[in-house]
């Protein structure tokens, strides 16, 4: 019977009662094990104790054996151990020894108490002692703790400093034995002990003013607030909070003065951000220099202000500028820019602010030349404020300056202020410069980039035209040449006799002539392009090289059924050049102008003066020029149309040898015509001899 009610109290505990034989392992496993430690009975049984404990607990196990070999008893053992989940629970061991009938120890049994929520409760105390401890110490305010005899427990360090005491010296009695001897009404205080019900009759929080005794003597004023320490219910002691009232009203008004000060500081801060906001969305630098000058000019209440900063010119070099605020510019026009005087010298070399009350009384005032003080008309200033504009590399960008007739109009919060929008101004003036700096550059990018685009096309189409030239060149020099040595076959085989031979000769020597003069065109490009075409000048009466050049280009006009006019001045006027040269001048022009006349067309030369020069005009009634190639009729190498090339043949050089031959001879050449089917004229400007 008595085994069953043993096992039932083992079933039935909360605790954990576990045996285990001298080797640690486990024989035994109840009810209340399973839920301290999550395993089961069959999970555990025939398991070393140790895989319920944590690694670095895994020496107590040696140490618990040891004693109970040697018949001891451990109590109250607390430590940790692991669960099965892996989690740890804090216990409280109580290991005995198992005995057998003749005292032989076979074992050992274990209970173990689980104790987290103790031990947690601990922990939360001892934080909450901690936090207590923590805010008492360092309480600006004197706490005093009393027991239920008003014995003095407790003295914070504010409350040390306050009487001259240390808690040691008044630790465990009355503590107005030290502070006071009397009551504010008079009467003395008892030294014999006052308990709790006395010094709050009504346990009810009490106040009150009274005046302390510092250990060194002397007396202060002070408030205070009592208030009993109840434990259920029942007040077991009071809480005395102590402030010196002369400290504290110095305390409030110290709070008030930086409650203030920081009120003023928001509103600054407020007001330099929303200015700030303003003035970086203005990119124009003059506009923008303005805006700050009138802020602050408005923000100091200053009479008149003004900006003076530096302005660089596309060159790189420095001037100055400035803005006027309060006055107008007129104020200020027949004075000379401020120079770097005692006053002016410091703000514009970046140093500290100046603000002062009285300028005229100031040591630097009045040392200069021509004015020696204040020039004859100028606005009246006694406060001064000068605030430098700096950028963030440190460079001056200018200063402010503002002016007041009367005596220390300007503060240090006018100063802060000031200060502060200049902070703002020299990051919006940096922007301001580097947005100008941007566009520049960018406008400077598109021109360049415009610039590589007409090179580029430019370059292509040289290289069309090019390309074109050899194809033409290669046309132009084989179609002469394969009539040559056609005919020059068809004669040598004897296929021509008499009449007939005499045209194949007459056909041959045309061709070789035209080839000739291709070759010259190209031999003259040629010497143009390197510069090596040289004229030999002498005086030259202009109707001498047109009669040849007419003469020459008559048989051509006339095969192809062309009216070839000629109307020239005949009174004496001579020009400097080569003949030769400005016969060949007239000679393309009247061959480029048969070449595109119909037959029955007409061709008409003209040469008059005009004023100090001589016109040489050649005009017909052909196929004209096309508007858009009108501005390219003098390029190298460039045809209105390929097809022309086929049709009237030519390297498309001609045009180009007379601009270059004319421009030598200090003249000038022009083409116009109305358009295709309009006929063109072409009219050279040479400049009359001395």
């Known amino acids: 019977m008595a085994a069953y009610w043993l096992a039932a109290v083992v079933d039935s505990a909360d605790d954990a009662i576990i045996t285990k034989t001298l080797e640690g392992v486990i024989t035994s496993w109840n009810p209340g094990a399973r839920r301290v430690f999550g395993y089961t009975a069959d999970e555990a049984i025939g398991r070393p104790v140790t895989m319920l404990i944590p690694e670095e607990h895994i020496d107590e196990e040696p140490h618990i054996l040891s004693r109970i070999r040697a018949g001891e008893r451990v109590e109250h053992y607390e430590t940790v151990r692991r669960r099965k989940d892996g989690s740890l629970v804090d216990i409280s061991l109580t290991v005995s020894p198992i005995r057998t009938a003749d005292g032989t120890i076979i074992g050992a049994s274990k209970i173990a108490r689980d104790i987290s929520a103790r031990r947690r409760a601990e922990r939360e105390l001892n934080q909450s002692r901690g936090q207590l401890e923590t805010v008492f110490n360092n309480a600006t305010v004197a706490l005093f703790v009393m027991d239920g005899r008003q014995h003095c427990t407790y003295m914070n360090p504010a409350a040390e400093r306050l009487t001259g005491y240390r808690l040691a010296e008044v630790q465990g009695r009355?503590?107005?034995?030290?502070?006071?001897?009397?009551?504010?009404?008079?009467?003395?205080?008892?030294?014999?002990?006052?308990?709790?019900?006395?010094?709050?009759?009504?346990?009810?929080?009490?106040?009150?003013?009274?005046?302390?005794?510092?250990?060194?003597?002397?007396?202060?004023?002070?408030?205070?607030?009592?208030s009993p320490i109840r434990e259920a219910g029942v007040p077991v002691g009071t809480i005395i909070e102590v402030r010196g009232t002369a400290e504290e009203k110095r305390a409030a008004q110290e709070r008030e003065r930086l409650l203030r000060l920081e009120q003023e500081a928001r509103e600054e801060a407020e007001t330099i951000y929303r200015l700030g906001q303003v003035l970086s969305a203005e990119l124009d630098l003059h506009k923008l220099v303005q805006a700050v000058t009138d802020a602050a000019t408005e923000l100091t209440g200053a009479r008149f202000g003004s900006f003076f900063y530096n302005v660089l010119n596309e060159d790189g070099g420095s001037y100055m500028l400035y803005t006027l605020s309060g006055v107008p510019l007129e104020a200020f026009a027949h004075f000379p820019m401020p120079r770097a005087t005692d006053l002016f010298g410091p703000t514009f070399r970046g140093e500290p602010v100046l603000r002062i009350a009285d300028v005229k009384k100031d040591p630097r005032y009045g040392k200069n030349s021509p004015y020696y003080g204040m020039p004859e008309g100028h606005l009246p200033v006694t406060s001064y404020l000068a605030v430098p504009v700096l950028s963030r590399s440190g460079q001056v960008l200018g200063g402010l300056f503002f002016g007041h007739p009367e005596v220390g109009v300007f503060t240090e919060r006018h100063e802060r202020m000031v200060t502060g929008l200049a902070a703002q101004a020299a990051i919006t003036m940096d922007n301001a410069r580097l947005y100008e700096t941007a566009k520049r550059a960018r406008a400077e990018a598109e021109a360049s980039a415009a610039e590589n685009e007409r090179l580029y096309r430019e370059a292509q189409e040289a290289n069309r035209l090019k390309d074109e030239f050899l194809a033409t060149v290669s046309h132009e020099l084989r179609t002469p040449l394969t009539a040559i040595l056609g005919w020059a076959h068809m004669l040598r085989t004897g296929q021509f006799a008499g009449e007939s031979a005499a045209a194949a000769f007459e056909t041959i020597e045309r061709n070789a002539r035209t080839q000739s003069q291709l070759i010259d065109d190209l031999l003259d490009v040629s010497r143009v392009i390197t510069g090596k075409l040289r004229i030999d000048v002498r005086p030259v009466d202009p109707n001498s090289f047109i009669d040849a050049a007419v003469e020459s280009v008559r048989p051509a006009a006339e095969a192809r059924g062309v009216r070839l006019q000629k109307v020239v001045d005949t009174g004496v006027v001579t020009v400097s050049g080569d003949p030769v040269r400005l016969q060949q001048v007239v000679w393309n022009l009247l061959s480029n102008a048969i070449k595109f006349t119909p037959r029955g067309g007409r061709v008409r030369v003209t040469m008059q003066r005009v004023e100090s020069q001589v016109e040489i005009s050649v005009e017909d009634n052909g196929a004209g020029i096309a508007p858009e190639f009108l501005p390219h009729v003098f390029d190298r190498f460039r045809q209105a149309d390929q097809k022309t090339t086929r049709r009237h043949g030519g390297l498309g050089l001609g045009l180009s040898i007379v601009r270059h031959l004319v421009e030598l001879h200090g003249g000038a050449v022009r083409a116009e015509s109305e358009g295709e089917g309009h006929g063109a004229t072409f009219t050279v400007t040479l400049p009359v001899a001395p």
């Open 174 to 226: 009355p503590l107005h034995h030290f502070i006071h001897h009397t009551r504010p009404d008079g009467r003395p205080y008892p030294l014999e002990e006052c308990p709790i019900d006395q010094a709050l009759p009504q346990n009810n929080q009490e106040q009150g003013e009274e005046v302390f005794v510092h250990k060194d003597g002397s007396f202060f004023p002070v408030a205070f607030t009592a």
